[in-house]
């Protein structure tokens, strides 16, 4: 109970920071708030993995300290985005989500993780079935959890939903050297912003900041264990973003709806792929 709490004070104050550094929306790493392990949620008792008893889970402090981002999210005019435990009907698990909290301190939408481990999928939680999108100030964002970091598909479809940046929320990739560049390839790849957020702890192995169009950092936050704020401008007319944005992302939209087609022939040279040079 007292760690939900103090989780939920931390992310307070952080908001205050991004606040005070002019940032219009906050998003922050999953577990932010609640993230309990296999073993203490297990049925089965702490020496077995089995499905989770989430009867145990705190939810009148969850709750309360969810309330109080809200509320602080009002009083900064600061959108939140905020990973945490959704409560379904019993016997149902919850969802792993990320409530989308507006300036006004109000809960406008909810992002389900709906790629889970393997470990989520079979003790912990209830899969989510669809995207989801919201605007702020004319910029369209997407969202992702865990380990959808791993999954191309799912930012290549909110690329045909016409998001500006896609907000990720992980919960840390341990052994995994892979992740800065996977963020930075699927920024790449579609041509959009991704704000990615992990745990200060594992700051060397999951990259937490904001990249953009075109794959490089625009802001990146310190990789020493600290928990800190990376704020940047999804400036579209930006020398990171003028490029991709105005020619890859319209030619790759153009040159997978069927343009090639007109183009292809009819050849027994082609059609024969054992013949000689």
């Known amino acids: 109970m007292e760690l939900l709490r103090r989780s939920g004070s931390e992310v307070r104050a952080l908001m205050r920071e991004a606040g005070a550094r002019g940032a219009r929306i906050a998003h922050f790493p ?3 708030i609640c993230f309990p392990g296999k073993y203490v949620m297990s049925a089965s008792g702490p020496d077995e993995a089995g499905p989770a008893d989430w009867d145990r889970c705190q939810w009148p402090v969850v709750q309360a300290e969810l309330a109080a981002i809200a ?26 989500s990320l409530y989308v909290i507006s300036a006004r301190g109000e809960v406008v939408t909810r992002y389900d993780e709906r790629l889970l481990s393997r470990t989520k999928v079979s003790y912990m939680y209830s899969p989510g079935v669809s995207p989801v999108t919201f605007e702020v100030d004319g910029v369209r964002f997407g969202c992702l959890l865990g380990m959808e970091i791993h999954y191309p598909e799912l930012f290549a479809e909110y690329e045909k939903l016409d998001v500006d940046c896609v907000l ?11 992740a800065e560049a996977q963020v930075q390839g699927h ?9 990615a957020a992990g745990p200060a702890q594992d700051s060397v192995t999951a990259p937490t900041g904001i990249v953009a169009p075109n794959g490089t950092w625009l ?15 999804l400036d579209d007319s930006s020398e ?3 490029t991709a944005l105005s020619y890859a992302r319209p030619w790759r939209r153009e040159s997978r709806s069927g343009l090639y087609t007109e183009h292809q022939v009819t050849d027994p040279r082609s059609e024969d792929r054992t013949a000689g040079f």
Do not use: K, M
């Open 30 to 32: 999953e577990g932010a």
């Open 71 to 96: 509320g602080l999210a009002r009083e900064l005019r600061l959108w939140t985005v905020i990973p945490s435990v959704h409560r379904l009907t019993g016997p149902n698990r919850p969802h792993n």
């Open 168 to 178: 990720l929320a992980t919960s840390g990739t341990p052994g995994n050297t892979t």
């Open 187 to 195: 920024a790449a790849f579609n041509s959009y912003w991704v704000g």
């Open 219 to 233: 802001a990146r936050c310190p990789a020493d264990g600290s928990p800190s704020v990376a704020v940047a401008d």
């Open 240 to 242: 990171t973003a003028v």
